[in-house]
């Protein structure tokens, strides 16, 4: 059947008519609309005419947010986003923890590696030559499931962790070690596969969550990236020049920055205070300035702006096999600069040097940490529901049930034995008595392999305040009590610890915000 000429066609990937195509501008006012010119020619318009116009800016706001989420056009601009963007198997079938549910985790990294890059953009960019495959950005998204907000918690890459079959070792090494795993005669995108799966293991053990999707960009996907958002708007405490390194050449207070700008902006970390610690905070400002442009009327309200943003990110990144473009868009679209936050994960070192001087950066223990991305990714509480009742107390095995190796670690001659004989008496199995690895252990800890915390937690009942550590080097069905100079005894509470130096959870950012950084 023909079409009417005037009838809108709104099927997915045809124009828009021009009555909704922001594009074509407003239809002209009748003259009995308009104001009646002064004798000067000049149009003066009323606190009407003012709130009126306030009005039609949200109101156009809105619809071009429904337009691009719920109609034809969102549709087409994902068929666009999908088309071009590369895939990989980042999500492994095991090793990645915790719930999943409706809310989503993402794990967004910054890969430092040059190959795209040609040889005069490698100049313009200050970058060197090729370094191999170094995940210098990495940073976990939180969005809850009803979108309602944002958060960005970013990891150092310098952090000294557990990463799954090699040990200790600094975070940005896990993915070189998982290409590295990968079979004889895979291909580069399988190794790349390969690296981001162990990442995506080290980030979940790590945070206790589940990771349900990856997102991988590199230098020259960012560069790209940034040349079609334009300028976005920094604000620098004070003006640095670090052109022997990444070229960062800025003056103070607030700028407007894009292109090979942007990227030297984001890689900068000599000259520093904190070094990689203020890197992340560059980052996270810039990326927080993106997003804030990408929700401004300038964006909302050009549809030709938001295809190029599309098929600029699409390049850019490279994602996991199920991640959807548009289904992110969407589980976003409530999100407002002011409810994006960004954080880094608590740390002990406050200026991400080890007590020699090196970049390397302690975390805090696996328990604050577990609790720390437990409490980000609580769902928020809906008005109107009741308050969540007191968990119950955690399970516990009879003492019998227990086996303990004590050692000796507070440099206290005897404490050992004496611990061992009041926990016989308890009820509980002594395995072993001797002595830890150093006399210099200031906590007492009951370490204990994943499989046995309700061991632990048991034991734990006999020293109140004690510290329990999960520690795959401690057989399962056995725990092992660390005896440091806190400890008063089996059935008294340890001597409480001076709060450590540490940055905790530190106060968070938001993309709204505008203060100047270092």
């Known amino acids: 059947m023909s079409r009417d000429r005037n009838e809108p066609d709104d099927r997915p990937g045809r124009p828009l008519p021009p009555s909704l195509d922001p594009r074509a501008g ?27 116009a306030t009005a039609a800016r949200a109101l156009a706001t809105v619809l071009s947010l429904v337009l691009l989420i719920g109609s034809g056009w969102g549709w087409y601009l994902g068929q666009v986003a999908d088309a071009s963007v590369n895939r990989t198997d980042a999500i492994p079938t095991d090793g990645n923890t915790g719930g999943g549910g ?63 079959g090699y040990g200790k070792d600094k975070l940005n090494a896990a993915y070189a070690y998982g290409r590295q ?19 995506v293991q080290t980030i979940s053990g790590l945070t206790g969550l589940k990771i349900d999707h990856y997102a991988e960009v590199d230098l020259l996907g960012f560069f790209n990236l940034t040349e079609v958002v334009g300028g976005v708007e920094v604000n620098l405490c004070r003006a640095v020049d670090d052109r022997k390194y990444s070229g960062a050449v800025f003056p103070a207070g607030p700028q407007v920055i894009s292109g090979a700008d942007a990227v030297k902006f984001v890689r900068q970390r000599h000259g520093l205070p904190r070094v990689d610690l203020d890197r992340i905070v560059r980052q996270q400002v810039f990326i927080g300035g993106v997003l804030r442009k990408m929700l401004s009327e300038d964006v909302m309200l ?16 490279t994602v996991d096999r199920d991640l959807e473009l548009l289904d992110l868009a969407q589980q976003m679209q409530s999100v407002t600069a002011g409810s994006i936050e960004f954080q880094t994960i608590p740390i002990v070192t406050p200026d991400g040097r080890d007590e020699d001087g090196r970049s390397i950066v302690q975390l805090e223990d696996q328990e604050t940490l577990h609790a720390f991305f437990a409490d980000l990714s609580a769902e928020p509480e809906k008005p109107g529901t009741p308050s969540t009742p007191t968990s119950e107390a955690p399970p516990t095995a009879a003492p019998s049930e227990v086996t303990v190796e004590v ?46 915390k309700v061991l632990a937690t048991t034991l734990a009942k006999e020293i109140p305040g004690v510290k329990l550590t999960a520690d795959e080097n401690v057989p399962a069905g ?41």
């Open 181 to 199: 795993n990968a079979p004889e005669g895979a291909s580069e995108e399988e190794k790349s596969g390969q690296g981001a799966q162990l990442l």
């Open 102 to 164: 409706s809310a989503m985790n993402l794990l967004l990294v910054g890969n430092d590696s040059r190959t795209t890059l040609s040889k005069e953009l490698q100049s313009e960019l200050h970058t060197g030559g090729d370094q191999g495959f170094n995940t210098d950005t990495m940073i976990l998204v939180h969005v809850p499931a009803d979108g309602s907000r944002a958060s960005f918690v970013s990891f150092p890459r310098d952090s000294y962790v557990e990463i799954p």
């Open 302 to 317: 050009d549809l030709g702006r938001q295809r190029q943003l599309a098929e600029a990110a699409s390049k850019a990144l």
């Open 407 to 452: 050692l000796n670690g507070s440099g206290t001659p005897g404490l050992a034995g004496t611990a061992a004989e009041a926990l016989t008496a308890a009820g509980y199995v002594v395995a072993s008595t001797g002595n830890a690895d150093s006399m210099d252990h200031t906590r007492t800890q009951i370490r204990h392999a994943a499989a046995s």
């Open 26 to 52: 407003r239809p002209p006012r009748r003259s009995a609309d308009r104001a009646a010119p002064h004798a000067d020619g000049t149009v003066r318009k009323g606190p009407g005419a003012r709130r009126a």
């Open 478 to 518: 056995t725990t092992r009590l660390v005896i440091g100079s806190d400890f008063n005894g089996i059935g008294q509470a340890v001597t409480k610890q001076a709060a450590p130096e540490t940055t905790g959870k530190a106060p968070a950012r938001t993309a709204a915000d505008s203060s100047c950084i270092n």
